[in-house]
């Protein structure tokens, strides 16, 4: 039975208001850049409220000047969800999610080189009877791969208006604008054969949800292909319950399709990949003077090697490392100097008294010691935005593969993994992907594990106390960097393997993944994803680290001490004193004394709050003289550091149990947030808290003592 995708053939009519446009798509066929050409910096970035799920939403304008709304949603293969941010965007279609209006448009952005594949969801998308706009993307690897797609064929077979586009160069935007600026954008009057012995079915499914569900026409029977293609999708939490009368017509089909052995879900599916083959059938035409060697696949030939893509991922981290060493260094220096010399301004310009000393050594000594690592972040963003942005960051996953699957995990968890260098909160969101929900939370436990860019100013101020920059050459100090890498990724496999096999028994999942065509970055992208983590670096800095800094400050210096009481004495006497001497006994084992214990505390809201927090205690100790607590200072101070029988406090040894204790506790209320909201349950972020802060300190307690029984 032929039925019509939608009901009207007329051009819709025009809005009072210009509306707002969904952007959807495929993983990896170039949603977001198109996105980011589309609205450049007039954008939002936040999460859709009751998931860990990013939500952005910019501001375009049409070809007369007005706004145009456009939100980007998370990319599916399919309206059938499998995973979260899938549901997120059905939700949205489908008008679902209260937080989000739906769309008055769609975009529907598809890979050119695999368009069969693609027309999959815009099959779907095609039944809820908006209008839609197809964007032919990456056209210009379909010329490289010998396809060409005739684009006015597509139009007249879809009934949508077709705009070839190369969203990496900017190409095809002006008239993509054009298209969106219409306001007769016409319906679609595709039609597709939906097979006889289901039709009734959807009919009637169709009734009962326009009847008892109040869902529109169009709306119900889209919603009545989704539950007879996968019944779960319309059924996950956060959707509307369906009425009792629609789940009593499901049922009934169900029970008469068992009854005569017929795989209702797999008929719709194949009829909708007859009536795509049909299409695409028509409008590709695959150039025979093309041996089928792509430029992707001549790269990845070198890239995934099974010796050569090692050394090619090791290189790459290797470089990361050197660059945050060395690039690095000249804007740290400018950083320092601006800092200091607002510090030494501040003292010049008034008066001695509490109110200068909270500002300069609670307020600059405290946000200034962290902002002063904003370029290493920088540059770690740099290098993940470049991996994602050419295509790479998927070969690494496959490259990892073999070993993931060793830990009892696939590829496919690497990626979060990888992302969790930067930081653990994208990456245990990145584990909606994975569908096995024993794998995906196993990922989540150990993803905090990855080093992140929060312990980066730990590390460096460690390494900077324990390898002097004036005696030792860059190289040993990357290193010492990749060791502690080392030891967190070697620490996230082997939890990993120690979970899969008591905690979250399993067989290690197949992985199937697509790996998307290698493409020049689009540095403007780059861009957009380092301005965005650095305002978000510089706004804790500015709130979160400025607010325990100043509270910090003040617990060092209240209530004041006896007159004539020594700094090491003030420090003492103070309540941050007094609580780092409650907690000494349960850190002292380890070589840490109650000053590394204010940090270690304090440190738990963030990581990088354990630098600021340093600065603050050792400043108020030591810097009394219009010194500001900057890096090189603190470095010293660090150094100079004793304990009250006179031997030194930051040892070479201590300092490497400092760094390792930083590897493997958990110390980032942020991401216990993340991990409840992804888990719906204290069960497991509670478990993540005791079972890494554990190890940190078993681990820190057999290297200080050790190091300590070998002479160090």
Known sequence: MALPAHIASSPSAAPSRMPVYAVVGNPN????????????????????????????????YSQHGQPITVIDLPGAYSLAARSPDEAVTRDVLLGRRPDTPQPDRILCVVDATNL?????????ILDLGRPVILVLNMMDLAVTQGLDIRVARLEHELGVPVIPCEAVNGKGVIDLKLAMSRADLPLSKHAWTIPAKI??????????????DGKAPLIARAEALLLLTDQDSVRVAGSQPLHAKTQESLAKWEKQWDAEGTDWAAMLVNSRYDTIGEIAEKVVLRSTAVNGVTVSDRIDAVVTHPMWGWLILGGIMTLLFVSIFTLAEYPMNWIDAHLSGLSEWVKGNMSAGDLRDLITDGAIAGVGVVVMFLPQILILFFFIGLLESTGYMARAAFIMDRLMSRVGLNGK????????????????????????????????????LMSCSARLPVYLLMIAALLPSDRVPALDKVGLMLLMYFLGTFGAFGFAWLFKRTLLKGEPPVMIMELPPYHLPRMKDVALHMLERAWVFLRRAGTVI????????FLTAYPKPPEGASAAQRVEYSFAG?????????????????????????????????????????????????????????????????????????????????????VFAMQCL????VVKRETNSWRWPLFQIAYMTGTAWIVCFLVYHGGRMLGY
């Open 199 to 212: 039709a009734p079915a959807v009919a009637d499914l169709q009734a009962s949800l326009v009847a008892h």
């Open 413 to 448: 968890s690497f990626i979060p993994l990888l992302s969790s260098y930067a930081c653990a909160i994208p990456g245990i969101m990145a584990t909606r992907t994975i569908e096995q929900q024993k794998d995906r939370i196993v990922t989540i436990l150990v993803a905090p």
């Open 546 to 553: 400025l607010g325990i800094s100043i509270v910090l400050w």
């Open 670 to 673: 942020s991401t216990v947030a």
């Open 116 to 124: 069969e594949r693609n027309l999959y969801l815009v099959h779907q």
């Open 578 to 662: 007094r609580a780092g001497h409650v907690i000494e006994p349960l850190i002292k084992p380890l070589g840490f004394d109650w000053r590394i214990g204010i940090g270690l505390v304090s440190s738990f809201v963030a990581r990088e709050v354990f630098v600021s927090a340093t600065a603050v205690v050792f400043n108020v100790e030591n810097f009394e003289g219009g010194k500001n607590a900057d890096v090189a200072p603190l470095r010293q101070v660090l150094r100079s550091a004793k304990w009250p029988d006179g031997r030194a406090l930051f040892t070479p040894l201590v300092c490497l149990t400092l760094m390792i204790y930083y």
């Open 29 to 60: 066929c170039g949603k977001s850049t198109l996105f980011n050409a589309l609205t450049g910096l007039k954008q939002k970035v936040g999460n859709y409220p009751g998931v860990t799920v990013e939500k952005k939403v910019g501001t375009t």
